[in-house]
C-alpha cells in the first residue's frame, strides 16, 4: 500500500510538476518596519504540506500519533547558485527538474512519517528475517522502483496514449492527415482529458482526497500571510482555496503551448520517432510555459489574464478540497517555519 502511495503521487507530482503557488507576498516585520518581498510556493504531500521560499524548504507532516513532524533544511536554487542558468528558457527547465527533485523527496519523507505505524507493523513482522542493512537496501530499492514506475507511467499516459491514439484516427481521416495542427489539437485534447480523469479518479479515493484537502490547506494558508492575517487556522479557514496564482491555474496554457510548440516539430513517419522526439522537447516546452508563468503572475489582475485563469480556477475544483482545522494547522505550521527561517537569515 505504501508503495502504491508512493508511486501514484509521484505521477501526480511529476505530471503538474509545475503546479505549485509561487505567490509573490509582501510581509511586515513589526519590530523593524521591514518590508520582506519574496515568492512562498508550496505542494501538498501525504498527511503534510511542503513551502519553499527562496532559501528554505519546510514540510509538516501529521504523524498518526496525532503530533505534527517539521522537516527544514536551508536550500539555495541552482539558478542563485550558478548566474548562468538563470537566462529565459533555461532556468524554466533547472525549475522543473529541481521541483520534480524536491517534490520526490518531500513526498518520500511525508509517506515515511505519516504510514509510519504501518511502518512498524512491517518491520515487526520482518525482523527476524532480514537484517537492518538488507533492510535498508530494500527500501532503497523500492523507492528506486517507484520512481522508475512512476515517470513510465507518467509517460505513457500523458504522451504515449495520446499520441498513440491520435496516430490512429489521423490513419483514418485524410483531413487529419493533411492537417497538422489539427493532429496536435487532438493529441492535446486527448492528453488533458486523460489528465482530468486521472485527476478525478484519485480524488474519489479516501486517502488521495485528503492530499487534495491538503492542497486547500497550502492555499488557505498563503492567502492568509498575503492578506497580513495573523497566521491562525481561524483567519485561514475563511480563505478562498482557490488561488489564481497555483500552477493549476494554467495548466490549460501549458497544454496550449505544447500543441504550439509541436506544430513546429518536424513528423517522423514511425510513430516510436515521433514519440521519441516529442519526449526531447519537454525540456523546452517546460522553458517556455515557466517564462509564461512568471509573466502572468505580474499581471494577475488583468482582465485577458484573468480569462487565461479561469478554466484553472475551475480545475481547482478537482485538485483543493475544503480542509478542516487540523489541516490548517499543518499548512500554518509549514508557512510559520519557512517565515522565521527567512527572518532569521536576513537578520
Not at 51 to 66: E, L
Not at 189 to 201: D, G
Not at 309 to 327: H, I, Y
Request: hydrophobic share 45%.
Amino acid at each position: 500500500m505504501k508503495f502504491f502511495k508512493k508511486t501514484a503521487h509521484l505521477v501526480l507530482n511529476w505530471s503538474i510538476a509545475a503546479a505549485s503557488t509561487d505567490a509573490p507576498a509582501k510581509s511586515q516585520d513589526k519590530k523593524g518596519d521591514k518590508k520582506i518581498d519574496f515568492a512562498i510556493g508550496g505542494q501538498a504531500v501525504i498527511e503534510g504540506v511542503m513551502m519553499r521560499s527562496p532559501n528554505n524548504i519546510t514540510i509538516a507532516v501529521r504523524k498518526p500519533s496525532g503530533k505534527v513532524k517539521v522537516d527544514k533544511r536551508p536550500y539555495n536554487t541552482l539558478t542563485q547558485r550558478y548566474k548562468w542558468l538563470n537566462i529565459p528558457i533555461l532556468r524554466g527547465v533547472v525549475n522543473l527538474f529541481e521541483m520534480m527533485v524536491i517534490g520526490t523527496k518531500a513526498i518520500n519523507f511525508s509517506a515515511n512519517e505519516s504510514l509510519e505505524e504501518e511502518e512498524h507493523e512491517e518491520q515487526s513482522r520482518s525482523a527476524a528475517k532480514a537484517p537492518s542493512k538488507w533492510g535498508k537496501a530494500l527500501e532503497i530499492g523500492m523507492f528506486s522502483l517507484s520512481l522508475v514506475l512512476a515517470l513510465t507511467l507518467s509517460l505513457f499516459l500523458f504522451k504515449f496514449i495520446p499520441l498513440g491514439l491520435t496516430t490512429l484516427l489521423e490513419s483514418q481521416s485524410s483531413f487529419i492527415q493533411k492537417n497538422y495542427i489539427v493532429f496536435n489539437l487532438i493529441d492535446g485534447f486527448i492528453k488533458t482529458l486523460i489528465f482530468f480523469s486521472y485527476i478525478f479518479l484519485l480524488s474519489l479515493i479516501p486517502s488521495f482526497r485528503r492530499v487534495f484537502e491538503y492542497h486547500g490547506a497550502e492555499h488557505k494558508s498563503i492567502f492568509t500571510y498575503e492578506k497580513k492575517l495573523p497566521l491562525e487556522p481561524e483567519h485561514a479557514k475563511a480563505q478562498t482555496r482557490f488561488h489564481p496564482r497555483c500552477g493549476t491555474s494554467f495548466i490549460i496554457i501549458v497544454f496550449v503551448i505544447s500543441i504550439l510548440v509541436y506544430t513546429f516539430v518536424p513528423k517522423q513517419e514511425a510513430f516510436i520517432n515521433n514519440l521519441l522526439l516529442r519526449i526531447t522537447f519537454l525540456p523546452i516546452i517546460a522553458g517556455i510555459s515557466y517564462e509564461y508563468l512568471k509573466l502572468s503572475a505580474k499581471y494577475v489582475d488583468n482582465k485577458f489574464v484573468k480569462a487565461l485563469v479561469a478554466p484553472g480556477l475551475w480545475f481547482q475544483r478537482l485538485t483543493t478540497k475544503e480542509p478542516d482545522r487540523s489541516q490548517l494547522e499543518i499548512g500554518l505550521a509549514s508557512l510559520k517555519t519557512a517565515l522565521e527561517m527567512e527572518k532569521a537569515a536576513s537578520a
